[in-house]
C-alpha cells in the first residue's frame, strides 16, 4: 500500500515571505503607518458610536488583547474632535463648583459655570472674605461704635438693675431680704432686721412659720415676674445691639455684595447663593468682630467652633469640583483603575477631638464628573471586578447623574457623618473596552446592558495576507523604529516579521491584527542587533528573537520531552502494535502553547457496553472530548451494524493522564486504536495522530496543528530519525501549517513525513499499510482490508455473545410451537 499519495511537500508547510516582494532597501525609506490594518468593521463602528448624540449609543469595544483597540479608540476621538473643531461645533466644558447650603449643610448644592470661571469665583469669594473682614473689623472697632454699644448695654442693665432695687424693697417691708447664691435667688426671712438663721426659724412656731412661708411665695412669684422682665430687657438689648451692628454692617455688607452679584448676572443660581451669603453674613456679624481676649485656635478654627462642629467661614468656601480652566475641548478621560471612588468621586474626612468631619471642600471628583462633556474610557473586567461599580456605572448612564456616595454604606455598614452632595448632571460617552466573550456574557445576562451600550465595535485578531497589508507590517516596523529611535529593518527582517505574523494565526493566507505582539518581537530583534553591532535588523535577528521568546518560556515542554527521552513517559516511535496509537494533544500554558504526544490504547471484548471512555469513568475528560467518544459510536454502528445490532465493548484510554483532558482532537485517533483492536493490525508507533471525527468518517480541522507536529519532531529526533516517521493531519488543516524552517527542512531531505487525510479510511491506510476496503454492492467488504477485518470480528463477537447468553425468547417459542405440532 503506498501511503506516498497522502504525504506533502515542503512547500506546504509553511508560506514563506520572499523579500523581493518588497520594493524598498529598509524601513527608513518608508512612511510610517499612520492608519489601522484591517479593521473596517470596528472603525465604522466606533465613528458612528462616537458620532451619534443620543440615548445609549455607548460603545463596547471588544477584541482581543494586543489588537490597538485603545489606541483606535483614542486617535478616532481626536479625529473627531479636531473636525468638530474645523467646523466649529466643539462646546467648551464647563466649570462644576460645590457650594454651601444654607437650608441643609449636609447636601452641598453644584453649581456649573462657563469654563475658566470656577477659579475666578472662587477667587472672587476668598477677596470678599478678606474684605469684609478688615471694613467689619474696622467698623466695630470704631470708638464711636463701642461708644453706642456700651450705651445700649447700659440702658438695658440699668432697667434690670431698677427691677431687681423694686423687688428686694418690696421684699424688705414684708420682712425678707432678697439674695444671690450659687444656686439662684433667695428670700431670707428678718428678724429684729437681720436674717433669720436656719436653727432660729425651726423654733418659731408652726403658725408664724406658715404666714412667712406664706409671704415668700408670694413674693417668689413677683421675683418670677421680674427676671422674666429682666430677660425680656436682655433680649430687647441684645435686639438693639443686633440691629444696631446690621446697621452699621450694612452699608459696607451690601456694597461690597453688590459689585459681585454684577459679575454674575449670568447666573441666577450664583446670584442666589451671594443673595444667601449675604444674609448669613448680617446674621453671624460677631465672627467679624475682634475678641478682647485671643481665643485658642486648632488648625487655624476657634476651638469653641470646632466643638461647635463647624467651621464660621465655610460657607465662604467655594470648591471648584470640576476645573476645566485648562482643559482644550471635550476631555478625554482613560481611567486605569476603576474602583467606585476613582470613579464617581468620594467624600474625604478629617479627624478631629474623637470624631470625623466633612463639609463641600472635601468633597472630590471622580473620572465621571471629569469626563462631563466629553468621553471616558474604561477596561470592562476592570469594571466588573470592582464591588459595587457595574451597577453604579449603569445608574449614572441612565439617570444622567453622577452621585458621590459612600459604598460602604452601600453594605450596611455603619459610616461616619456623611455627605449627601446634590447630584451633578451630566454628559459622557462612555468606551467599554474588553473581550468578546464578555460582550457575549453581558449580553446574555444583564437586560439592561443593550440599552446602555447600543453600538459594538468588534477588532478581529487576523487580516487577509495581501501584499497591501504586508506593506502596512513594513510601514508599522518603520513607525516603531521612529518612535522608539532603534535601528531600522532591512527587507529580510520585514519578510521574516510577516512569517511570524502568520505562524501567530496558524494561517498561511492571514496575518495576525495583534500588532502588540509584533512590536514586541520588533524589539527584541532591535537588540539582538544591537548586541551583534549591525547597523540594520536582519532576517537572523528575528528568528534569534523568536527563539529566545520561546526558550524563555518553555521549560515545562523540556522537562516533558526529557522525562519521554528517559521513558519515564512511555511513548514509542518505532515499531508497530495492536490497539495502540501516538496522540498529539497541545499544552496551552498561558504564555506559550508546545505539543506532547500521548499513547492511546484500546481493548476490545465480548460485550454489549459499548465504547467505554477511561477519562470519562474516572471524571478526568471535559464535554467535548466526551461528545468525541460518543461519536466513535455513531460511526461504528453506521460502517458496521447496518445488517445486525452492534455487539460490542471497548474501553479507550490515554495512558499516563492524569490531568484532564479536553477536545474533540483525538477523536480519530481514538478510533484508528479502536479499529486496530477489532482487526488485529497494528498500528505505525512512529505515526502520531491529531483529528476530530465525524459520524460520517469525515477527518475535522483542528487548533494548534503546528505546535503538535513540532512536538513529535523534536522526540522523534531525540529519539534518532529514522526517515519513516512522521504526523499524520487533517487534509483540512494543511492550510493551517506555518511550521519552523527546522521541521520543513527534515520533511524535505525526507527524515519526517507529514501526511493528510480527509476521511477515517485514508488514516487507517496510512497507519497500517493495508487498503480500507470498500463496501461492494452486497455489502461485505474486500477481503483482507481493514474494514473487512472489522467486520468480521463484530460478527464473530456477536455469535459468542449469543451463544454465552443462551437461546432467545423468539428460539424457545418457535421450539415450544415445533413440538406441539408433532405431538
Known sequence: MDIKRYALSADQLRWQCDPSWFDFDCTRDLVPLQEFIGQDRAIRAIEFGLSMSHEGYNIYVAGLTGTGKTSAVQKHIRKLLKEREVNQQLKPPKDWCYLYCFTDPDRPQILSLPQGRGKVLREHISNLLQRLKEELAKAFSSEEYKSQKEKTLEEGQSQQQKLFEQISEEAQRQGFVFQMTPVGPALIPLQNGKPLPQEDYMTLEEAVRKEI????????????????????????????????????????????????????????????????????????????????????????????????????????????????SETSGPPVIAEPNPNYANLFGKTERRFLFGGYLSDHTMLKPGAFQLANGGYLLLSAMDVLSNPGVWPALKRTIKTKEARIEDPFEQYGLVMFQGLRPQPMPIDVKVLLIGDAWLYQYLAMYDEDFWEIFKVKADFDYEIDRSKENMMHYACFISGCCEKSGMRHFDKTAVAEVVEYASRLVADQEKLTSRFALIREVVQEAEYWAGKEGA?????????????????????????????????????????????????????????????????????????????????????????????????????????????????????????????????????????????????????????????????????????????????????????????????????????????????????????????????????????????????????????????????????????????????????????????????
Open 535 to 823: 547597523e540594520l535588523v536582519s532576517a537572523r535577528h528575528v528568528e534569534k528573537a523568536v527563539e529566545e521568546r520561546f526558550f524563555r518560556h518553555n521549560l515545562p515542554d523540556e522537562r516533558i520531552r526529557e522525562m519521554i527521552g528517559r521513558g519515564f513517559i512511555m511513548v514509542d516511535v518505532t515499531d508497530a502494535v495492536v490497539g495502540q496509537v501516538n496522540g498529539l494533544s497541545i499544552y496551552s500554558l498561558g504564555d506559550v502553547a508546545f505539543g506532547k504526544p500521548s499513547r492511546i490504547t484500546c481493548k476490545t471484548f465480548l460485550g454489549r457496553g459499548g465504547v467505554i471512555n477511561i477519562e470519562r469513568e474516572s471524571q478526568l475528560s471535559g464535554k467535548i472530548h466526551d461528545k468525541g467518544v460518543l461519536i466513535l459510536g455513531g460511526y461504528m454502528g453506521w460502517k458496521y451494524a447496518q445488517d445486525a445490532p452492534l455487539s460490542l465493548s471497548a474501553s479507550l484510554c490515554f495512558e499516563q493522564s492524569y490531568e484532564g483532558v479536553e477536545g474533540d482532537s483525538a477523536s480519530s485517533t481514538e478510533l484508528y486504536a479502536l479499529l486496530s483492536s477489532l482487526s488485529g493490525v497494528p498500528l505505525k508507533q512512529n505515526i502520531a495522530v491529531t483529528g476530530s471525527v465525524n459520524q460520517k468518517g469525515e477527518i475535522q480541522p483542528v487548533g494548534g496543528v503546528n505546535q503538535k507536529i513540532e512536538g513529535f519532531y523534536q522526540i522523534c529526533r531525540a529519539k534518532g530519525l529514522t526517515g519513516d516517521q512522521g504526523a499524520l493531519i487533517p487534509a483540512l488543516n494543511v492550510k493551517n501549517l506555518m511550521l519552523k524552517q527546522e521541521v520543513a527542512d527534515a520533511v524535505r531531505q525526507g527524515k519526517f513525513n507529514i501526511y493528510a487525510v480527509s476521511t477515517v479510511d485514508e488514516g487507517i491506510e496510512v497507519l497500517t499499510g493495508l487498503p480500507a476496503g470498500e463496501k461492494k454492492r452486497g455489502g461485505t467488504y474486500p477481503r483482507g482490508s481493514i474494514n473487512y477485518l472489522v467486520d468480521e470480528r463484530l460478527k464473530e463477537m456477536a455469535k459468542k455473545l449469543r451463544e454465552f447468553a443462551g437461546p432467545s425468547r423468539e428460539d424457545k417459542n418457535a421450539n415450544k410451537k415445533s413440538k406441539g405440532k408433532s405431538l
Open 213 to 324: 412661708e406664706s409671704k415668700r411665695g408670694e413674693l417668689l412669684k413677683k421675683l418670677q415676674d421680674t427676671f422674666e422682665e429682666a430677660r425680656d430687657i436682655e433680649r430687647k438689648t441684645a435686639q438693639k445691639v443686633q440691629e444696631s451692628d446690621k446697621a452699621v454692617a450694612d452699608f459696607t455688607v451690601s456694597r461690597l455684595f453688590e459689585d459681585l452679584v454684577k459679575e454674575y448676572t449670568d447666573s441666577e443660581q450664583t446670584q442666589k447663593y451671594l443673595s444667601d451669603l449675604k444674609s448669613y453674613t448680617l446674621n453671624n456679624l460677631d465672627m467679624f468682630k475682634e475678641k478682647e481676649e485671643r481665643e485658642q485656635t486648632v488648625m487655624g478654627i476657634p476651638a469653641s467652633q470646632l466643638m461647635r462642629g463647624r467651621d464660621p467661614f465655610l460657607p465662604f468656601s467655594v470648591n471648584v469640583f470640576v476645573d476645566n
